[in-house]
């Protein structure tokens, strides 16, 4: 590129600078954009439903930063709890108030977790919560879905979703044989498998790891009965059932998925939202169980990080910012949109389904809603790709897979609403 041009297009010019420093020019594969066909997007900021690139073009924004931004971006509250944090310090390398504090608001709505640990990120939290379950239940087995994404710790990539969906690969190169025996893959929704899969590793399964509602091979919600099934299963063989919500927590429900379907895990998984867009997870669940993790019992999981008070002050802005009536709004954004995309896709002739649990959702390029990875994997990537591209060109940027969840936040109203069905209409028919 000639310094002209580098100058004519900043975004082209660190996109290129971006791809000579980073695998794939980005620090997380789903950032991508190479299952559309599209070089990565440098996004330079964001305020509310808005995202900007580099040179300045704007979308509308449904990658909400891949969930935790349920308020749209750079919400207020929350740039200026963390203004008035940064001043007194940041990491200080012990407890600070606020972990009390967004602990204590997370209990609140989340009673399951009567114990907690902040961690830096999803992995880890996922990561430590299996750790915890080995440690507790001195068993060796973890029993996942296909096409369940718990972040890339070792052990849980066999079969993930998320950006290993999107490259079309079954794991991870890196991963021994060893450390992939001791996690059971079942299919999503599968209530039959999980039984056979307990008979066959009798008294060996620590815990069942679930996605409530799986959102990481696009959204596929849980069969009616299936995560009953699960509660009743793992309590019957002494194993632990742990609900990875880091997507669904504080989204689906103001108490996450738990609260959705009214079941109590064992253990907890979340992340995202509760950091309000910094850096987070958490993992936590039964007393007597987070009582194992050092330095109360032999559990050993650590941060220099965690707990981070920046991370603190922008979670309690978001969660403070979060009630019944936040909830029902973004129930209602969810429906009009799904009820809107069902009906310009009818006009255009388009042949897809349409998930959605609250505000998640995915139009997915196959007749019917998948109820697991395999149905989920059969849909036609390359109609995705050109809707994709119609949708960016129209000034919406969706997640750049047919195998992600759109995000849609509290800065989503009417007039997005309209400009996306707008772009829809055309893009359908393209
Ligand atoms: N669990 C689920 C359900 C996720 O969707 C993700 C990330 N999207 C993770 C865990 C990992 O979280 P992180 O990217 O913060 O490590």
Redesign the pocket.
């Known amino acids: 590129m000639t310094p002209a041009a580098a100058h004519a297009s900043r975004q082209a010019d660190l996109v290129a600078r971006a791809s000579d420093l980073f695998p794939g020019g980005v620090n ?1 594969p ?1 950032r991508a954009f190479r299952a559309v066909g599209r070089p990565p997007l440098v996004l330079a900021s964001g305020s509310g439903a808005r995202v900007r690139d580099a040179d300045g073009a704007e979308y509308l924004d449904y990658i909400g930063a ?2 935790p931004a349920i308020l749209g971006h750079a919400h207020p509250a929350v740039v200026e709890a963390v203004r008035a944090a940064a001043l007194d310090g940041f990491a200080l390398g012990a407890t600070s108030p606020g972990e009390v504090y967004l602990g204590e608001t997370i209990r609140a709505v989340m009673p399951s977790m009567e114990m907690l640990r902040f961690t830096a ?6 990561m430590s919560a299996l750790r915890l379950a080995r440690g507790a239940t001195g068993r060796p087995l973890i029993v996942k879905f296909a096409g ?5 710790s070792d052990g849980l990539l066999v079969d993930a ?2 950006g290993i969906a999107t490259l079309s690969i079954p794991g991870s190169a890196g991963v021994t044989a060893a450390v992939a025996a001791d996690t059971v893959v079942v299919p999503y929704n599968d209530a039959p498998a999980v039984a056979a899969t307990f008979a066959a590793h009798r008294g060996r399964i620590a815990a069942v790891i679930v ?1 409530p509602v799986a ?2 091979v696009g959204v596929v919600p849980p069969a009616p009965g299936f995560l009953e099934g699960l509660r009743e299963i793992t309590a019957a063989h002494d194993a632990l059932l742990v609900f ?5 927590g504080f989204r689906v429900a103001h108490g996450g998925a738990q609260a959705r379907y009214g079941i109590r895990p064992d253990l907890t ?1 979340l ?2 939202i509760i950091g309000g867009g910094m ?3 958490a993992y936590g669940g039964r007393r007597d169980l987070m009582e194992h993790v050092a330095p109360l019992g032999g559990v050993y999981q650590a941060g220099t990080l965690s707990g981070h008070p920046l991370t603190m002050a922008a979670g309690i802005a978001t969660l403070a910012l979060l009630d019944a009536d936040r909830y029902a709004a973004l129930e209602a954004y969810g429906a009009a949109l799904e009820a809107g995309l069902r009906s310009v896709a009818a006009s255009a002739g388009a042949e897809v389904s349409i998930a959605r649990v609250g505000a998640l959702l995915t139009v997915f390029f196959r007749p019917d809603a998948p109820r697991d990875a395999a149905e989920a994997l059969t849909a036609d990537r390359d109609a995705f790709a050109r809707f994709f591209g119609a949708m960016l060109d129209a000034g919406v940027l969706l997640p750049p897979s047919q195998f992600e969840a759109w995000f849609i936040s509290l800065a989503h109203g009417d007039a997005e609403l309209a400009a996306t069905l707008d772009a829809a209409a055309r893009a359908f028919r393209a």
Do not use: C, L, Q
């Open positions: 997380s789903v891949w969930g990120s999803g992995t880890e939290a996922a369940g994404y718990h972040g890339h979703g998320s996605e959102a990481n990875d919500e880091v997507i669904t998984v992340g995202k850096p987070v997870g």
